[in-house]
């Protein structure tokens, strides 16, 4: 014979109670970490607001036009967004540890239909972030406008794509990639360290860097514009690729092979060291090349040294000192 022992009817009460008690407090724990993480802050055109993030790993903006600057010193320990003058609406959120800042373009009313509506330069966008921060990846998208400083921020990945400005990266650390894309704009890196690799293209513009130290590779492509350097070291291979435009570095320390090429344009390198680190082949279409000061032609080769440079140019002159 089976026995069945069952709480009596007060029990089976207590414990339905308890467990409805449970499962509600998990519900609202989960409800309220998700609305933690996909809280989503709107900033509609015309307006100014500021806000504050924590726990952040990531910041990934999508703007159309705005000038956004980074800096540091925020006091605490989040993330301080401030928007000044939005143009059109902007969605701030928090994605699982991920700032995502996107810009939604704003319904059109009667007085933009009659040419009346209020005209502004751009909006304004302030990250300011904790001395010394760190992130896993910042990724900046934008149609046009700016994009500034950076100091004292590090980061394992640095992605930016920009229609038609200007990025400055100032006193910045990236521990492995920058990568960019700049269809019409300038790119300035200053004073900045990059342990693995250095890679993009501009469509027409310039790029420029000043004590910039890479771990790995350099590959940049400028389709129309110059690349000009100071005190720029290359641990890898590195590729300069224009198609018109010049070439103008001081101070250039290169790893065991770079190329240099352009289709029309002069080509100035100093180097570091001294000849016998290199060797050295260099070729025009219409122009002198001048190797050390002493080997001058259309087509000049010299040296046996463990870092070869090669330089092809299509019509311009070609210099290279120590």
Same mark, same amino acid.
């Given at each position: 014979?089976?026995?069945?022992?069952?709480?009596?009817?007060?029990?089976?009460?207590? #414990?339905?109670?308890?467990?409805?008690?449970?499962?509600?407090?998990?519900?609202?724990?989960?409800?309220?970490?998700?609305?933690?993480?996909? #809280?989503?802050?709107?900033?509609?055109?015309?307006?100014?607001?500021? *806000?504050?993030?924590?726990?952040?790993?990531?910041?990934? $903006? @999508?703007?159309?036009?705005?000038?956004?600057? #980074?800096?540091?010193?925020?006091?605490?320990?989040?993330?301080?967004?401030?928007?000044?003058?939005?143009?059109?609406?902007?969605?701030?959120? @928090?994605?699982?540890?991920?700032?995502?800042?996107?810009?939604?373009?704003?319904?059109?009313?009667? $007085?933009? &239909?009659?040419?009346?509506?209020?005209?502004?330069?751009?909006?304004?966008?302030?990250?300011?972030?904790?001395?010394?921060?760190?992130?896993?990846?910042?990724?900046?998208?934008?149609?046009?406008?700016?994009?500034?400083?950076?100091?004292?921020?590090?980061?394992?990945?640095?992605?930016? *794509?920009?229609?038609?400005?200007?990025?400055?990266?100032?006193?910045?650390?990236?521990?492995?990639? &920058?990568? #960019?894309?700049?269809?019409?704009?300038?790119?300035?890196?200053? @004073?900045?360290?990059?342990?693995?690799?250095?890679?993009?293209?501009?469509? *027409?513009?310039?790029?420029?860097?000043?004590?910039?130290?890479?771990?790995?590779?350099?590959?940049?492509?400028?389709?129309?514009?110059?690349?000009?350097?100071?005190?720029?070291?290359?641990?890898?291979?590195?590729?300069?690729?224009?198609?018109?435009?010049?070439?103008?570095?001081?101070?250039?320390?290169?790893?065991?092979?770079?190329?240099?090429?352009?289709?029309?344009?002069?080509?100035?390198?100093?180097?570091?060291?001294?000849?016998?680190?290199?060797?050295?082949?260099?070729?025009?279409?219409?122009?002198?090349? *001048?190797?050390?000061?002493?080997?001058?032609?259309?087509?000049?080769?010299?040296?046996?040294?463990?870092?070869?440079?090669?330089?092809?140019?299509?019509?311009?002159?070609?210099?290279?000192?120590?």
């Amino acid at each position: 014979m089976l026995f069945v022992l069952e709480p009596a009817f007060g029990e089976r009460q207590d #414990f339905m109670k308890r467990s409805t008690f449970s499962i509600a407090v998990v519900c609202v724990g989960l409800a309220a970490t998700m609305a933690k993480s996909m #809280f989503i802050n709107t900033v509609f055109a015309g307006d100014s607001y500021s *806000s504050e993030y924590t726990d952040i790993s990531s910041i990934v $903006l @999508d703007i159309k036009s705005a000038d956004v600057i #980074f800096s540091t010193g925020s006091g605490s320990e989040g993330v301080r967004v401030d928007v000044n003058d939005a143009l059109n609406e902007i969605e701030m959120r @928090d994605d699982g540890g991920v700032l995502r800042i996107q810009e939604r373009s704003r319904k059109k009313g009667i $007085l933009d &239909v009659i040419g009346l509506s209020p005209k502004k330069k751009s909006t304004e966008i302030y990250i300011t972030v904790p001395q010394d921060a760190g992130y896993e990846h910042i990724g900046v998208k934008m149609s046009s406008g700016s994009l500034r400083h950076l100091g004292g921020i590090s980061a394992n990945k640095l992605n930016m *794509s920009v229609g038609s400005g200007s990025i400055v990266l100032d006193e910045m650390k990236v521990n492995e990639s &920058v990568q #960019f894309d700049i269809s019409s704009g300038k790119l300035s890196i200053n @004073d900045c360290a990059i342990g693995d690799s250095l890679n993009g293209k501009i469509g *027409s513009g310039s790029i420029s860097a000043e004590e910039l130290d890479i771990g790995g590779g350099m590959d940049i492509k400028v389709s129309s514009g110059n690349i000009a350097g100071d005190r720029i070291s290359v641990k890898g291979g590195a590729v300069m690729d224009l198609g018109s435009g010049n070439v103008n570095i001081d101070d250039l320390s290169p790893g065991s092979s770079t190329k240099i090429e352009a289709s029309s344009g002069n080509i100035a390198i100093d180097l570091e060291g001294s000849e016998d680190d290199y060797s050295i082949s260099a070729k025009t279409g219409s122009g002198k090349v *001048s190797l050390f000061d002493d080997i001058t032609g259309r087509e000049c080769n010299t040296g046996s040294g463990d870092k070869h440079i090669e330089i092809q140019g299509g019509s311009g002159n070609i210099s290279v000192i120590v």
